[in-house]
């Protein structure tokens, strides 16, 4: 059974930073698309950073700001998070997709970010 674990997040105050972790395990395939997420209370989840094959790509609002990565044995993805604002606040998703003889999307189970003073 595939699991997806976060953790790291919490209460940052503005101008902040935290990392979170999301740990994969069960994957049977290969990992082709990690990714995090996230969703602002009333508003749609919306794509933060991910790693493919060929890139990886931030969204505008967190350029220059997150950066993403991944361990050496390729089953967690991390997400640094610097210079946190206020509208950064939000739960944050982890996403893997695999491919073993058929595509598999599978999504962590959210962690809360709030960043406030």
């Known amino acids: 059974q595939v699991q997806l674990v976060e953790s790291g997040g919490g209460l940052v105050q503005p101008g902040g930073s935290l990392r979170l972790s999301c740990a994969a395990s069960?994957?049977?395939?290969?990992?082709?698309?990690m990714a995090w997420y996230r969703q602002a209370p009333g508003k749609q989840r919306e794509l933060v950073a991910y790693?493919?094959?060929?890139?990886?790509n931030y969204a505008h609002s967190v350029k220059g700001r997150f950066t993403i990565s991944t361990g050496n044995a390729g089953n967690t993805v991390y997400l640094q998070m610097n210079s946190l604002e206020p509208e950064d606040t939000a739960v944050y998703y982890c996403?893997?997709?695999?491919?073993?003889?058929?595509?598999?999307?599978?999504w962590g189970q959210g962690i809360q970010v709030t960043v406030s003073s």
């Open positions: 996403n893997i997709k695999t491919n073993n003889r058929a595509l598999n999307d599978y």
């Open positions: 069960g994957i049977i395939g290969t990992i082709y698309f």
């Open positions: 790693i493919d094959t060929r890139q990886i």
